[in-house]
């Protein structure tokens, strides 16, 4: 407890981010619900149909983060980790507060593209954190981060939708904007980074010679590729989940509200299994944990093909969410043990950018398999980019030789 009251202790910078990580991803994901109606509440100025500007809202930040992610990555090396956490967080609040006065879809796209320029608290937090925290505590410290990204995707929704519904669009996207200021603020007083720019830094805009640098180290590579296969795998399934429970409650008039229950659950499964996994790749290593809940999670996604119930789809998310929690932190640890210290802002902003550019595609692919195979046969396929995540950390993954724990009195 102690350390907590140090201003430059690891545990101190971890726990204020894993809050400030909490409110913004709550804060993000408050908005997400109702993008489409609201696209559809400011209308458009152009030929191009509202469906099409819905889909654009949703992939163009993606698109836009893909790229600037590893120059602020880079930028963060040569500047500071901490800076980039401000940067993200007050840029997010300005920006989310101007889509709520926004008065047509093509403003309220423009808006999304720049804040995939700007933004970016997740990468920007790992990198902080990873470079503060001793490289034995990775696993924890990654997991911990998961626990406060996914406790905000589940709570985030249901309030956003209810604000919505009771005071309208603007009052969710204000009550964001504050979240990410209040955030922005304790990161700014809470946390000492002590800095030191990495020995014969180099310019930070001189971004692909660190790119070939990181991505050619042994083992770097094939992670990034992990990464977007499990990307993949749970963001396919974004759009058609709300068909799929058409399909199971045809007489309903709750779809949505299952919906969210079936979202919010697994994204409380997957806070709860991060922090335990985290630490318990700490001790047997993190290429183990990635295998064992990388194939877990195709087991379990697989397994949605046959479902004839709508419980069977609660549980059957609940578990996958769960694996899924292991997965993204057992990665986030690897990254940082592969790669050399120094280099945290670059190696996660090239995280972010595969993450990012996921997100961007995977949604179009859900939509491809889900009319070409059917809407079930989308569980099939994001059980088999989990199938080739496990098989390429069994065959190709080198194990690492983790540091001795601590002895513990």
Known sequence: MKELFKENSWQRTLYIMLFAQFVSTMGF?????????????LGTNTGLSLEFWAG????????????????????ADYYGRKLMV????????????????????????LL???????????????????????????????????MGLWSGVA??????????????????FVSTAVLLLLGGILVRFGIKEVFVPKSGAKNPFAFLSQYREIVSAPGVGLIYSTRMLSWLGRTM???????????LLPESDRVSTFTGLVVGLAAATGTASAIYLGRLGDRIGHRQVLVMSAAAAALFYGLQ?????????????????AAAGGVMPAISALLSQFTQPGQEGAVYGIDSSVAAAARAVA???????????????????????????????????????????????
Not at 56 to 75: E, L
Not at 116 to 144: D, Q, S
């Open 305 to 321: 093909f046959f479902i004839t119930e709508a419980w069977h789809l609660l549980l059957l998310q609940a578990l996958a969410g």
């Open 56 to 75: 654009m809202v949703f992939s163009v930040q993606g698109f836009t983060m893909m790229f600037a992610s590893p120059i602020w990555g880079s930028v």
């Open 363 to 409: 949604p179009m692919l859900g939509a491809g398999v889900a009319v070409w195979f059917g809407v079930s046969g989308t569980f099939i396929v994001s059980g088999l980019f989990f199938v080739c995540a496990t098989v390429m950390a069994i065959r190709w993954l080198p194990d690492y030789k983790k540091v001795p724990q601590p002895q513990v009195a």
């Open 112 to 146: 999304r593209a720049i804040q995939g320029f700007v933004t970016g608290v997740v990468p920007a937090a790992n990198a902080l954190v990873a470079a503060a925290a001793p490289r034995e505590r990775t696993g924890y410290a990654m997991g911990a981060l998961q």
């Open 237 to 247: 399934l974004v759009p058609i989940l709300p068909l799929f429970v058409i399909t």
């Open 29 to 41: 994901s408050m908005i997400f619900p109702f993008f489409p109606l609201y696209v559809q509440h």
């Open 86 to 109: 401000e940067r993200a967080m007050f840029g997010g609040a300005i920006l989310i507060l101007l889509m709520g006065f926004v008065r047509s879809a093509e403003e309220l796209a």
């Open 155 to 172: 709570v985030g929704p249901l309030m956003g939708g209810f604000m919505a519904d009771t005071w309208g669009f603007r009052s969710a």
